[in-house]
């Protein structure tokens, strides 16, 4: 066997493993691309629901004040009627 011969079948062997390695890896950079846009997706989809839970604390925490509120002004309003019924 000739060493032109070697050489040749070395470089023709190392170019197909060449080429199959980088199909691969661009099969894995296509699976992580989709990966990325599916988790892009979600983290979108979780910052809108996070958005929604803090108005949503912020619009409770407004109505427990009001019913506070009420429930004192309630208070004050029944006491000071009965303090003068009874007087």
């Known amino acids: 066997m000739s060493i032109e011969y070697v050489l040749a079948t070395n470089f023709l062997s190392t170019i197909a493993q060449s080429e ?3 199909n691969e890896f661009k099969a894995q950079l296509e ?3 989709s990966k990325y ?3 892009w997706v979600d983290h979108a989809e979780l910052m ?3 958005e929604k839970l803090v108005d949503s604390q912020i619009l409770s925490k407004v109505a427990r004040e ?3 509120t009420s429930v004192k002004y309630f208070n004050f309003t ?3 009627t009965l ?3 009874l007087n």
């Open 31 to 33: 699976e992580l691309i």
């Open 66 to 68: 009001v019913v506070t």
């Open 20 to 22: 199959k390695d980088n």
């Open 78 to 80: 029944h006491t000071h």
């Open 83 to 85: 303090a003068r019924k």
């Open 48 to 50: 809108r629901s996070h």
């Open 37 to 39: 846009e599916m988790l």
